[in-house]
């Protein structure tokens, strides 16, 4: 299983972004997929998770402003992120956890920069 993420770029505070996880391999089902971010200096934080099925969680930052969703027939993940601020400037992760094979799976991170 491989991932890649992509759609990260230079917004101004306000706007908006989405971001794509596409999904290739065969990725068993149960999975959870997931979003992380890391600034410069800082932890890795969980931003958004999607278990198939449609149980879905947000990091306390993201409610309201980010939504995760699913793509199955593209096997994409997608983070939707709305009223950006420089906070959110990021390298942003997906990470998609195969839960019959117990195997989690990283991909290149994509960076969002909001400037003020």
């Known amino acids: 299983v491989q991932l890649q993420a992509s759609g990260g770029g230079l917004v101004q505070a306000g706007e908006s972004l989405r971001l794509s996880c596409a999904v290739s391999?065969?990725?068993?089902?149960?999975?959870?997929m997931t979003w992380y971010r890391q600034a410069p200096g800082m932890q890795r934080e969980l931003v958004a998770r999607?278990?198939?099925?449609?149980?879905?969680s947000y990091g306390d930052f993201a409610q309201g402003r980010f939504i995760i969703s699913r793509d199955s027939a593209k096997n994409t993940v997608y983070l939707q992120m709305n009223s950006l601020k420089p906070e959110d400037t990021a390298v942003y992760y997906c990470?998609?956890?195969?839960?019959?094979?117990?195997?989690?799976?990283w991909g290149p991170g994509t960076l969002v920069t909001v400037s003020s």
């Open positions: 999607d278990r198939t099925g449609g149980d879905t």
């Open positions: 990470a998609a956890h195969d839960l019959k094979a117990m195997i989690k799976y």
């Open positions: 391999g065969t990725l068993s089902s149960p999975n959870v």
